[in-house]
């Protein structure tokens, strides 16, 4: 059982409103192959939630009415376990969309997906991939035990298809989150690290780094209380916000979907129930919207997005802006 949070809705985080609605993001389900420490959504095996097939083809209408939309960003839980996740991509790629798949690698091994990553590169899918570190200890203690040896060979089978090697046209980003109640450290020269170590021990290429913070909710805001931590955690983002960083942050430019199809400005809100409205009070869905209804409104803001604007920024394309080290990379 998780640990009780606080609340997080009343604020003094600054005003923020959307600009054009450029990409939805899709959070297909919350079941997924792992369990991991910091998972912001609480996704694991046990879970059973996944977007329907009538929620897709709203979500594709959705898109068709909306030539703004130019990105569809696919999470979890492991996005690919939705039973309708490649009819989505193969939908949504024939519209022109750029499709993003946020991958935690360990799927691509899993018992009937051996051919998943062929199918992301037919179709030409940018992947955006969990690597917490580049080093085995670390990322086994976060991810559980095999983890890395499985993620490097599903590294290894996508370089071979050519993700993240130059003219390939296939995109391979991979993602850093700190061990624990710390910020990132500066983004440019962990991915250095990260691009040397993975080339030199084991011949892997990738594209871009992607550092995010941790955000206080859900199964990494349990741990956070549970260690007596939240409290400090929270007067070190509030205590690291860089205004300059609020231009930028991702809730200007996306919406979140739920597997439900309601809509909310980012997907940590979405975690907090903190969605859009209609005039009337009601949850906003899919169905009920277009993205020009919703840009240029005020966006809902809560102490956890100090997690966003804290240090270099934190946003689902990774940070803001380069920033002073906090911590020290895979060791906090």
Request: charged fraction near 20%; glycine fraction near 10%; hydrophobic fraction near 40%.
């Amino acid at each position: 059982m998780h640990a009780t949070l606080p609340l997080l809705a009343r604020t003094d985080f600054p005003a923020l409103r959307r600009r054009a609605v450029e990409t939805l993001q899709v959070n297909l389900g919350y079941r997924c192959n792992q369990s991991c420490q910091h998972c912001h959504v609480d996704a694991g095996p046990h879970r059973s939630e996944q977007m329907t097939r009538e929620t897709i083809d709203a979500l594709l209408d959705f898109v068709a009415a909306s030539p703004e939309v130019r990105t569809l960003d696919l999470t979890g839980g492991a996005p690919e376990l939705n039973a309708h996740f490649r009819a989505l991509v193969v939908a949504a790629r024939s519209r022109g969309l750029t499709v993003i798949d946020r991958c935690n690698l360990t799927i691509l091994d899993e018992p009937g997906q051996e051919d998943l990553a062929a199918f992301l590169a037919a179709q030409g899918v940018e992947i955006v991939a969990s690597m917490p570190c580049y080093l085995e200890d670390n990322v086994d203690r976060q991810r559980g035990q095999g983890t890395f040896e499985r993620s490097i060979r599903m590294l290894q089978r996508l370089n071979g298809l050519g993700y993240g090697r130059a003219g390939s046209g296939l995109a391979l980003n991979l993602v850093y989150n700190p061990q624990g109640a710390c910020l990132p450290p500066p983004q440019e020269a962990l991915e250095r690290d990260y691009k040397q170590h993975l080339a030199t021990q084991y011949g892997i290429v990738f594209d871009h780094l992607f550092t995010l913070a941790n955000m206080p909710i859900q199964r990494f805001g349990s741990m956070l209380v549970s260690k007596g931590q939240f409290d400090d955690y929270m007067t070190l983002l509030r205590g690291a916000h860089r205004e300059a960083n609020l231009d930028a942050v991702m809730c200007r430019s996306l919406v979140s979907v739920d597997w439900q199809g309601h809509l909310y400005d980012c997907d940590f809100n979405q975690q907090l129930g903190l969605a859009l409205q209609a005039g009337d009070g009601r949850r906003l869905h899919i169905a009920d919207a277009g993205a020009r209804e919703l840009a240029q409104r005020a966006i809902r803001v809560a102490d956890h997005c100090y997690g966003c604007t804290a240090g270099q920024g934190s946003s689902c394309g990774g940070a803001l802006a380069e920033g002073a080290a906090v911590a020290s990379p895979c060791t906090s």
